[in-house]
């Protein structure tokens, strides 16, 4: 009896028409994750230090960014440059500079951490600054670096990560309302591979390498000992060194960007699961943090809509709408108490034959008239 | 948006329509806040003039009661200055206005407004004294005290000597009259001796003038703040700010580092006793000043500026211009070079002491303070030393007289 009603509801959820995502995008958020440790996976490290100072420079403060990384290159007894880690052999740029906060280092960086992470779900001790605080209205930036292979991304040589986990926390966050849009950037051999299963709108993805591809190093570092940085982060970082925080360049360009033949791979992105066109998405949208803002006058209701966009509400918006109307309800409640007496009675007509303008300007002709009746007083008593 | 919201702004609603649009117009090439700064300058040079017409009519009061007293031949014995002249010159010259004007703060109004008052009652204007009165009120709480000198001066007139000595005149010249016609030749010689009376009409006119000008100042508040809480908001953030001393940065005065420190619980018990530390001293005052009542209101605008929860210079400079206009009487103030050496090294170290604090971290919060308390010290030694002053020169009077 009961069971062709859950059809049918299923049936018209299915065809329902997805929502619109009505918020507003209000804040970026980057998780920058480097997989490797030792010390001949120093070009890693320095891939994801790169990263973490373009993002920085563009604009994410350390609040919203999440720094996974082993750390063990800065002080290993192997660097001849103590404290200092560098993505190119001429030593110019010192990337491990004054202020690098690292959120989870050395055996932190778990597969588990990383899934717990993402989907929000950390046990109560977990400070703020480990946590990604994100909302509806952010756009996050995920980029993840490593050793990987077919389906799998290797975490520190004794776990991994597969695709269909990834996907799984993706589509967690999705239900959870913790992003609005999501850019996953990984720069592992056989990169397209982990985000294969990913299925939440709004999503767009890409990797330095397609699947049975290798993804190479840029180059040696012959001081240092080891190769300092991977060709996709490279150019990448080539691509962004020529912007500024207001940049508009899209992410098209910056997709475009990646030659085959110099990357030695082929860079591959996934863009069937977001929405909006990739020339139209400035790059700063994910990588940078400019926002446009709205100057109101009035109290801030939560996710509500830009003033100008008339996007009928969906259902899930109606729950942040009710403070608005609480907001209707107590004030109703005054005014009738209030008009019972008839100075209230007065005053209310007064308040509301005023508006804000209206309402300086009187008060600038009181002060005037104020002075002027001061004045013949003065004079008439002297 | 309301001007409360944000803990930015204490003061009243009304002065944001008028300096609000001062500060944003600008003119090709000069600052943008040279209106704002220009109001203030206009400001000063007002309230220096109201000082200036305050001391003329004290000294032309002065020498009329000392006259009346047949003691003219003390102001031909000491060097008689020009006390309107001088304090509207110390007032405008010293480097407290001057700090105050160019830091563009508002405290030039509030002391304008006091002038203002205080000139109004000297001259018997009862609405230019009830205006001054009420806005003063307004834009700071303290200038409530006032009330009481204003309406002595209304009442009886400018200062003057205490009216025993003119008893005591009457006394002496008619030591030889029959005591048969005591009442009459009472009243006659009550009137030819011109001892003061007080006149309750512009008492009453001052009190009739008050309630205007407070409802005028209450309803044009009202309909600024009536989108943003009304009347109660503004109640609880300007004047319930003052009172409940809520923000404890640094300042001048003796406030911030006591209440750093203090319980919770405590803490209305001691909001109240600091508070009354003003008020307990305005009756024994009164009882012993109330025939000089403009230098009352001198007594009561430096304590005030001293023990209001967030003093400034701006108050400072208010009551040492005023203590020009006393000039006369306080020529033989003792300590005199003390107090002008303490202001003037209180004013290098203060600032230095507060950088060491807050800037460069080699201080702490104990440095700044202790300039505080000296500064606290030296004012309250000023006002001592002023009031025994007074009274010494009262007493100079009396034995001139008896003499």
């Known amino acids: 009896m009961v069971r062709p009603w859950i059809l049918l509801l299923l049936l018209l959820l299915a065809i329902s028409p997805p929502s619109h995502s009505s918020t507003v995008h209000n804040n970026n958020w980057a998780v920058l994750v480097c997989t490797s440790r030792f010390w001949f996976n120093y070009r890693h490290m320095a891939n994801t230090l790169s990263l973490y100072r373009t993002v920085k420079r563009l604009g994410i403060p350390d609040e919203r960014i999440i720094l996974m990384l082993a750390d063990d290159m800065a002080c290993n007894a192997r660097n001849s440059y103590p404290a200092q880690v560098f993505n190119n052999e001429n030593h110019m740029l010192n990337l491990y500079g004054d202020n690098v906060e690292v959120d989870y280092r050395g055996y932190e960086v778990t597969v588990e951490n990383f899934l717990r992470v993402l989907t929000g779900r950390h046990e109560t001790a977990v400070p703020r600054s480990k946590r990604l605080l994100s909302d509806e209205g952010s756009h996050i930036l995920v980029y993840m670096t490593g050793h990987g292979g077919d389906e799998f991304l290797k975490f520190q040589d004794n776990e991994e990560l597969q695709s269909h986990d990834l996907a799984d926390a993706v589509k967690q966050m999705k239900e959870k309302h913790r992003f609005k849009e999501l850019l996953i950037m990984v720069d592992t051999c056989q990169a397209a591979t982990l985000f294969s299963q990913l299925q939440s709108p709004g999503v767009l993805a890409i990797g330095s390498s397609k699947k049975g591809e290798n993804s190479y190093s840029h180059h040696l570092d012959s001081d240092i000992g080891v190769s300092v940085v991977d060709r996709f982060t490279y150019y990448t970082l080539a691509f962004f060194e020529k912007l500024n925080m207001y940049s508009n360049a899209s992410l098209s360009s910056l997709f475009n960007s990646y030659d085959s033949h110099l990357l030695m791979s082929t860079a591959s992105y996934r863009e069937d699961l977001y929405r909006r066109p990739l020339s139209e998405v400035p790059v700063t949208n994910f990588f940078g943090s400019v926002m446009k803002t709205f100057h109101t006058d009035f109290a801030y209701t939560g996710f509500s809509m830009e003033p100008e966009a008339h996007i009928s509400l969906v259902s899930e918006t109606d729950s942040r709408r009710t403070l608005g109307s609480e907001n209707a309800q107590t004030e109703a409640a005054n005014h009738n108490a209030k008009d019972n007496c008839p100075f209230h009675a007065w005053l209310k007509v007064l308040e509301d034959k005023l508006d804000n303008e209206n309402a300086e300007k009187l008060v600038l002709y009181g002060l005037g008239s104020m002075v002027l009746l001061l004045a013949i007083s003065t004079l008439l008593s002297v | 948006m309301s001007p409360y919201s944000g803990s930015m702004y204490h003061g009243s609603p009304l002065l944001l329509p008028v300096l609000g649009p001062l500060t944003v117009n600008r003119v090709k090439g000069l600052p943008a806040h040279l209106f704002c700064s220009l109001i203030f300058v206009i400001v000063d040079f007002v309230t220096a003039m109201l000082i200036r017409a305050t001391g003329q009519k004290l000294m032309s009061t002065y020498h009329r009661s000392l006259q009346l007293l047949n003691l003219s031949c003390v102001q031909e ?23 105050t004007c160019a830091g563009s703060s508002t405290s030039p109004i509030d002391n304008l407004m006091i002038v203002l008052s205080i000139y109004g009652a000297c001259s018997g204007l009862s609405s230019l004294a009830s205006f001054g009165w009420v806005v003063s009120t307004h834009l700071s709480l303290y200038p409530a005290i006032l009330v009481i000198p204003v309406i002595l001066l209304l009442g009886y007139g400018p200062d003057a000597p205490p009216s025993k000595l003119f008893f005591l005149k009457k006394s002496n010249e008619s030591g030889g009259s029959c005591p048969k016609d005591k009442t009459c030749s009472e009243q006659k010689s009550k009137e030819e001796s011109h001892i003061r009376n007080f006149c309750w009409r512009p008492v009453l006119f001052f009190i009739l003038w008050s309630l205007i000008w407070s409802s005028y100042i209450l309803f044009l508040s009202f309909i600024s703040l009536k989108e943003f809480g009304g009347l ?102 003792r300590f005199s070079f003390f107090l002008l050496c303490g202001y003037v090294g209180i004013s290098l170290l203060s600032p230095v002491m507060h950088n060491l604090w807050i800037w460069r971290g080699t201080g702490n919060a104990n440095f700044y303070f202790a300039t505080g308390i000296a500064y606290a010290s030296l004012q309250t030694v000023l006002i001592v030393e002023c009031v025994s002053t007074i009274l010494k020169h009262d007493r100079m009077l009396r034995n001139k007289l008896t003499t």
Do not use: Q
């Not at chain 2, 014995?77 to 700090?99: E, K, Q, R």
């Not at chain 2, 430096?302 to 400034?312: C, D, E, G, Q, R």
């Open chain 2, 77 to 99: 014995t000491a060097g008689h200055t020009h006390v309107g002249d001088l304090a509207s010159l110390i007032f405008l010259w010293n480097p407290f206005t001057i700090i």
């Open chain 2, 232 to 333: 109660s908001e503004m109640v609880k953030k300007t004047h319930g700010f003052i009172l409940n001393v809520e923000d404890l940065s640094p300042n001048i005065g003796v406030f911030w580092y006591f209440f750093a420190e203090v319980f919770e619980f405590f803490r209305s018990f001691f909001l109240i006793v600091f508070h009354i530390n003003i008020l307990f001293m305005l009756v024994p005052l009164v009882i012993r000043l109330r025939h000089r009542p403009c230098f009352l209101a001198f007594v009561y605008i430096a304590i005030m500026s001293m023990l209001k929860s967030y003093p400034s210079v701006g108050d400072s400079a208010l009551y040492l211009g005023l203590l020009g206009l006393f000039a006369n009487e306080l020529a033989e103030m």
